[in-house]
């Protein structure tokens, strides 16, 4: 930038307030976020079908190693931006498979989303809106540009996502059965009366640090099972909790801090990950495994749903940055009374 450049930015910025300026910056964003995702939809003619309709088919490119939550957040950017613009939405991971949500030999057989959620309009199955006169293919990516994502550091009860979380309860419903079992896990884990402090930890963030896994390269940073332990107490000391509910999907993480906190910690018994060894060294990727090997995709996404609604049954939550963390927002009825992140 030269130095009559620099001249012109200062008057504009003397000029223009600072909330203008940043409302035209998010306005030229968004626009600019738009052209990209309309260059990558693709508009189909399959049939007959539903003429005064428009199909909006959320899918993703087969590469993604998305999980559970991953795909949730994307799903909930693509009914946005679908029902934004009066399309109904729809969403195919039976054509466009995902391995972080379906087993290899149910592929192309059955929609993966349908394992853990309902269709987000009752009464269109695939099979109909691929022989519709309107189809609008979304984005191979998974979502809109511009959307929320499972990294995205939000305030999440800023106003700007209220629309998220409507969205949200109208369309992405859980399975009822799920849903089922979270209620028998509730009132059996939970003390009857007590308040009750989630914690969702991310400890696959931890060893992505620690051993510089490619894979992770893009997470943020996790914290330690000591830092972890630490911050738990912090808050159940400052808030006055007698317990505290824990997602966490590595096995010593959970041995370890159950150790340390004794019946104060609540938490789902499932086979994890050992990121960590019994003496809290990383596994080499090799040396990675669930402790259960008959353990598939489905019923750890099942797991692991439970704990994220179970969190959401908690009065306030300490969380580490993941998916599965920031669904709870929108999976829970009303509000958190607080929340922290790990420090």
């Given at each position: 930038m030269?130095r009559?450049?620099?001249?012109?930015?200062?008057?504009?910025?003397?000029?223009?307030?600072?909330?203008i300026?940043?409302?035209y910056?998010?306005?030229i964003y968004e626009?600019?976020?738009?052209?990209?995702?309309?260059?990558?939809?693709e508009?189909?003619?399959?049939g007959?079908?539903n003429?005064?309709?428009?199909f909006?088919v959320?899918?993703?490119?087969?590469t993604?190693?998305w999980?559970?939550?991953?795909?949730y957040?994307?799903?909930?950017s693509?009914?946005?931006?679908a029902v934004?613009?009066?399309?109904i939405?729809?969403?195919?991971?039976?054509n466009y498979f995902?391995?972080?949500?379906?087993d290899?030999?149910?592929r192309?057989?059955?929609n993966?989303?349908?394992?853990?959620?309902?269709d987000l309009?009752?009464?269109?199955?695939?099979e109909d809106v691929?022989q519709?006169k309107?189809?609008?293919?979304g984005?191979?990516?998974g979502?809109p540009y511009?959307?929320?994502s499972w990294?995205d550091k939000?305030d999440?009860y800023?106003?700007?996502?209220?629309?998220?979380?409507?969205l949200?309860?109208?369309y992405?419903?859980?399975?009822p059965?799920i849903l089922?079992?979270?209620?028998v896990s509730?009132?059996?884990l939970?003390?009857?009366?007590?308040?009750?402090?989630?914690?969702?930890?991310?400890a696959?963030?931890?060893w992505g640090?620690v051993?510089?896994?490619q894979?992770w390269?893009n997470?943020?940073?996790?914290?330690s099972?000591?830092?972890?332990?630490e911050n738990?107490r912090k808050y159940?000391k400052q808030?006055?909790?007698n317990?505290?509910?824990?997602s966490?999907?590595?096995?010593?993480?959970?041995?370890?801090?159950?150790k340390e906190m004794g019946d104060?910690c609540?938490?789902?018994?499932?086979?994890?990950?050992?990121?960590f060894?019994?003496a809290?060294?990383?596994n080499?990727?090799d040396d990675l495994?669930?402790?259960?090997?008959?353990y598939?995709?489905?019923?750890?996404?099942?797991?692991?749903?439970?704990?994220?609604?179970?969190?959401?049954?908690c009065?306030?939550?300490v969380l580490?940055?993941?998916?599965?963390?920031t669904a709870t927002?929108?999976l829970k009825?009303?509000?958190f009374e607080?929340?922290?992140k790990?420090?």
């Amino acid at each position: 930038m030269n130095r009559q450049d620099n001249w012109v930015v200062m008057i504009y910025r003397s000029i223009v307030p600072e909330n203008i300026r940043k409302r035209y910056s998010e306005k030229i964003y968004e626009r600019k976020m738009n052209k990209k995702t309309l260059a990558e939809l693709e508009r189909k003619s399959f049939g007959d079908l539903n003429k005064d309709k428009t199909f909006y088919v959320v899918r993703t490119d087969n590469t993604q190693r998305w999980g559970v939550f991953s795909t949730y957040l994307f799903v909930l950017s693509n009914v946005k931006y679908a029902v934004e613009r009066g399309w109904i939405p729809i969403v195919d991971y039976k054509n466009y498979f995902l391995v972080g949500l379906q087993d290899d030999e149910s592929r192309g057989k059955e929609n993966a989303w349908n394992y853990y959620f309902e269709d987000l309009v009752p009464g269109f199955p695939l099979e109909d809106v691929y022989q519709s006169k309107n189809v609008i293919l979304g984005p191979l990516r998974g979502q809109p540009y511009g959307s929320i994502s499972w990294n995205d550091k939000l305030d999440i009860y800023d106003d700007k996502y209220w629309g998220y979380r409507q969205l949200a309860h109208k369309y992405l419903r859980v399975k009822p059965v799920i849903l089922k079992e979270v209620e028998v896990s509730y009132r059996k884990l939970f003390p009857e009366g007590e308040r009750v402090l989630g914690v969702g930890i991310r400890a696959g963030a931890h060893w992505g640090g620690v051993t510089g896994d490619q894979s992770w390269k893009n997470h943020p940073k996790g914290k330690s099972v000591e830092q972890c332990i630490e911050n738990i107490r912090k808050y159940m000391k400052q808030y006055h909790y007698n317990f505290f509910f824990l997602s966490c999907e590595d096995t010593y993480y959970v041995k370890t801090i159950k150790k340390e906190m004794g019946d104060r910690c609540l938490c789902i018994d499932r086979p994890r990950v050992n990121f960590f060894d019994d003496a809290g060294g990383p596994n080499s990727v090799d040396d990675l495994y669930i402790c259960n090997e008959d353990y598939g995709v489905r019923q750890k996404n099942n797991d692991y749903i439970k704990e994220i609604l179970l969190l959401t049954k908690c009065h306030s939550l300490v969380l580490t940055v993941g998916g599965g963390n920031t669904a709870t927002f929108f999976l829970k009825e009303g509000k958190f009374e607080n929340v922290w992140k790990l420090l």
